[in-house]
């Protein structure tokens, strides 16, 4: 009776968390009553997890650039944390088609350093507050600011709250006197306002997009109990590191999610040919003390294509294997995607496109329950 009654009251308990505890934005103030779950696996609900009213302004954000802006939110489901996005688009109404630039970067940490959960209130506090500010090369006008969530422990997900933002004041007249001064140096009259509207779309454009998982895109954030490393190509320069975890990438055909990729040398005219030169030896230095002492390393950039592509294997998996972090157990599981308890109940994790799964410790006072595939609360916690 005993036991029937704790397990009665585990999956109320995981009910609620499941149902409205997860974690949804504060501040800034997000569009209409904001959605605490994840983006749904499919996809079909982003960008903003679509619903009813879902661009209904509340209150319009004002935003001066370089200004401080706090970055806080509202529930105790933080799952261990994760890695964390802000983002801009042009877009008052955002659609699956519109481009999101990113302008901050959290990696580890996010929303909260805390092992496990916070706790079950879904209007608790105690997360971490984060600061992040508009960039000078952003134009004053309307945007859709997003914030974007991949978490620590459990399911792997994407969560995302957007919320209506004016940026105001700065960049204008900076451009201003860029464009007189630039006029002023080549003895040419220019309009004041058409160059610098054009000088800040390339430079937002230049920023990178936003970084996207575990929605149906074949792209997928690593196992449950690891931090996602958020690609190079996605991450920018204003980057902020949390938590004392040792980031993992992602795994599956994430690509290149960057339209800020580098460009591509110009062509170059044809050089006539130069008679063969004979080969000289390399000019030899004696190594100072200082190098003499370190390993010699090979440097990746030197392996030419040709040499990697016949050192690897004919037929690499499509989705590379993930390291196993170290004290961690792992497992082999039957259903992709799914929550998966190690036998003891000591730890929990996802199993991947391989029939494998790392397990990651639960925090303390929690157990997974087997035949949820859930977190809940340990007998005698």
């Not at 999956?11 to 974690?23: D, R």
């Not at 706090?70 to 489901?77: H, K, P, R």
């Not at 040419?188 to 509207?197: D, F, G, I, K």
């Not at 997928?220 to 980057?239: D, F, M, R, W």
Request: aromatic letters at 4%.
């Amino acid at each position: 009776m005993l036991h029937s009654s704790f397990r009665l009251a585990a999956l109320v308990a995981v009910s609620i968390t499941t149902a409205s505890a997860h974690i949804i934005m504060e501040s800034p103030v997000p569009y209409g009553k904001p959605d605490s779950n994840p983006l749904l696996a499919d996809g079909s609900d982003f960008p903003c997890k679509q619903r009813p009213d879902v661009y209904k302004v509340v209150k319009q954000n004002i935003m001066p650039i370089g200004q401080p802006q706090t970055l806080s939110f509202i529930g105790q489901a933080t799952h261990g944390g994760g890695s964390c996005q802000i983002s801009l688009t042009t877009d008052k109404q955002p659609t699956k088609d519109s481009v999101w630039k990113v302008i901050e970067s959290i990696e580890g940490g996010c929303p909260s350093t805390a092992p496990g959960n916070l706790g079950d209130d879904p209007t608790g506090r105690g997360t971490d507050q984060f600061s992040f500010s508009i960039p000078p090369l952003i134009a004053p006008g309307d945007y859709t600011l997003a914030w974007t969530w991949f978490n620590k422990i459990g399911n792997r997900e994407m969560y995302m709250n957007c919320a209506p933002v004016t940026v105001t004041g700065g960049a204008q007249q900076r451009f201003k006197r860029f464009t007189h001064r630039a006029s002023a140096l080549h003895g040419r009259r220019h309009t004041r306002e058409a160059a610098p509207v054009s000088k800040r779309a390339e430079a937002m454009d230049s920023l990178p997009n936003m970084f996207v998982a575990n929605i149906g895109n074949g792209c997928s954030t690593a196992e449950s109990g690891t931090t996602l490393a958020i690609p190079k190509a996605n991450l920018g320069t204003n980057v902020k590191h949390a938590g004392s975890d040792t980031p993992v990438p992602p795994v599956g055909n994430c690509g290149d999610q960057s339209a800020a990729a580098e460009p591509k040398s110009a062509p170059q005219p044809a050089q006539p040919a130069q008679p063969a030169q004979p080969a000289q030896p390399a000019p030899q230095r004696a190594p100072s003390p200082a190098e003499s002492s370190l390993s010699p390393i090979t440097s990746i950039s030197a392996i030419s294509p040709a040499a990697t592509t016949a050192a690897s294997p004919a037929s690499s998996p499509a989705f590379p294997s993930v390291p196993v972090p170290a004290g961690m157990q792992t497992g082999s599981c039957d259903t992709p995607g799914k929550s998966v308890c190690s036998p003891d109940g000591t730890g929990i994790g996802t199993c991947d496109l391989q029939g494998k799964v790392i397990y990651a410790k639960a925090p303390l006072g929690t157990q997974c329950d087997p035949s949820l595939g859930v977190l809940v609360s340990a007998k005698g916690a």
